[in-house]
């Protein structure tokens, strides 16, 4: 998935950490989104930008926060982690009408 | 609220088998659903998109149905391989490309 790339891919935090995931898409389109991956429980929207500048909440939200500050990039931000946001984290733009193209996913372990 | 439903969620079919992989959605009012494959420790890979307005989609030997009054789709996977063995997801999507995922379905396919 060369067209959404995602850093860093794996990383350990301890409780109460910060960090902020990066996702950067070599397209010029207007809609990124940031998932969440739990077992058995499929991916779920976290945050999403219908374009730069703007940003929006989807189904959890909680505890993150995001920044569209150019089109190109998509960030994701933990303040203070927590053990119940250990997961797989995946970005993901859209082209047009097209399907979404996702990155490879950050792996994120909150001990 | 929408919701989506795989079933079944794991299947071990032996090779050169069709198989059928189902998804059920609550909220028939969709912009269109995506079929995606997902490997291990990979990101999401589109398969097919079906639009709201259409009834079917074919690539190789996928085939995927859409009955929207029903709230159901279907994955056909012809005489199937070990290559596809991985987790199928579906999704619909509202008109702002937000995704509504299932837990998908794991399939191993044995040689």
């Known amino acids: 998935n060369a067209g959404v790339t995602q850093t860093p891919k794996f990383q350990v935090l301890k409780t109460g950490q910060s960090m902020t995931l990066q996702c950067a898409q070599d397209?010029?389109?207007?809609?990124m989104y940031w998932y969440r991956q739990d077992p058995g429980m499929g991916l779920r929207l976290i945050y999403y930008?219908?374009?730069?500048?703007?940003?929006d909440k989807g189904e959890v939200p909680n505890g993150y926060n995001v920044s569209r500050l150019n089109k190109r990039e998509f960030s994701l931000r933990l303040e203070s982690a927590a053990p119940s946001q250990t997961s797989v984290y995946f970005c993901?733009?859209?082209?047009?009408?097209?399907?979404?193209?996702f990155g490879d996913g950050t792996r994120l372990s909150i001990l | 609220k929408q919701e989506v439903t795989q079933i079944p969620a794991a299947l071990s079919v032996p090779e050169g088998e069709n198989l059928v992989l189902n998804c059920s959605f609550t909220?028939?009012?969709?912009?269109?659903l995506q079929w995606f494959r997902q490997d291990p420790g990979k990101g999401l890979t589109s398969l097919l998109l079906i639009q709201s307005s259409q009834r079917e989609q074919t690539s190789g030997r996928l085939n995927a149905s859409l009955d929207k009054s029903s709230g159901r789709s279907t994955l056909y996977i012809a005489a199937s391989q070990p290559g596809d063995s991985a987790t199928y997801l579906c999704a619909v999507s509202s008109n702002t490309g937000k995704l509504i995922f299932g837990q998908g379905t794991t399939l191993q396919v044995k040689p």
């Open positions: 397209m010029n389109h207007n809609s």
């Open positions: 993901a733009n859209r082209p047009g009408h097209q399907p979404q193209h």
């Open positions: 930008s219908a374009s730069e500048g703007t940003t």
């Open positions: 909220d028939s009012a969709i912009y269109n």
